[in-house]
T-cell receptor, first 115, second 115 residues
Framework: AQSVTQPDIHITVSEGASLELRCNYS??????LFWYVQSPGQGLQLLLK??????LVQGIKGFEAEFKRSQSSFNLRKPSVHWSDAAEYFC?????????????FGSGTRLSIRP | DVKVTQSSRYLVKRTGEKVFLECVQD?????MFWYRQDPGLGLRLIYF???????EKGDIPEGYSVSREKKERFSLILESASTNQTSMYLC??????????????FGEGSRLTVL
């Protein structure tokens, strides 16, 4: 079955510290992977996406993610977090030829920033 | 910028009431989606539409219906609201039908409480 797992429900990091949010997926075909961010009171915004090519992808707001096919992972990273990064982060997976309606979202990781 | 506007940010309704959630997008996207967001469950697809007057069931359509009379507008209808429909509802649109080629643009959400 196709699925996305975000094992960390809630993470707290200090401002200026590095961040890694984990995402594991199960998908039968070539996966297309996304990270979305939801700031408090807002809708979801795309941070970055991986379709093919370089397995390290850069996104907005200084985020990057690395696709590791052997580990079925697509972890999100940021070298130094800012208080404004406090939000909920969703990993999602779709298929190259599958409908947008088949995008599967993880359950989300809530990020808190310690001053 | 793409803008997806959900008309009501917060609603409080009583059990048995008919509820309309409206969503309008301004980028001429053909594809529109309604999701439900609950803590620990991520986003679950209720209904989607790829064209005017077209609708397809998502993963959790029970208790909901939709209307797409104009390209820019996609409405979610709760015919008889129940307390288990208390949730955050997110509307999204996309230019591409295939998940691998585009991103979803989300509205800010409508938080519905059913008493």
């Amino acid at each position: 079955a196709q699925s996305v797992t975000q094992p960390d429900i809630h993470i707290t990091v200090s401002e200026g510290a590095s961040l890694e949010l984990r995402c594991n997926y199960s998908y039968g075909a070539t996966p297309y992977l996304f990270w979305y961010v939801q700031s408090p009171g807002q809708g979801l915004q795309l941070l970055l996406k991986y379709f093919s090519g370089d397995t390290l992808v850069q996104g907005i707001k200084g985020f990057e993610a690395e696709f590791k096919r052997s580990q079925s992972s697509f972890n999100l990273r940021k070298p130094s977090v800012h208080w404004s990064d406090a939000a909920e982060y969703f990993c999602a997976v779709g298929g190259m030829r599958s409908s947008a309606s088949k995008i599967i979202f993880g359950s989300g990781t809530r990020l808190s920033i310690r001053p | 910028d793409v803008k997806v506007t959900q008309s009501s940010r917060y609603l409080v309704k009583r059990t048995g009431e008919k509820v309309f959630l409206e969503c309008v997008q301004d980028m001429d996207h053909e594809n529109m989606f309604w999701y439900r967001q609950d803590p620990g469950l991520g986003l679950r697809l209720i209904y989607f539409s790829y064209d005017v007057k077209m609708k397809e069931k998502g993963d959790i359509p029970e208790g909901y219906s939709v209307s797409r009379e104009k390209k820019e507008r996609f409405s979610l209808i709760l015919e008889s609201a129940s307390t288990n429909q208390t949730s955050m509802y997110l509307c999204a649109s996309s230019f591409y039908r295939v998940s691998g080629t585009g991103e979803l643009f989300f509205g800010e959400g409508s938080r519905l409480t059913v008493l």
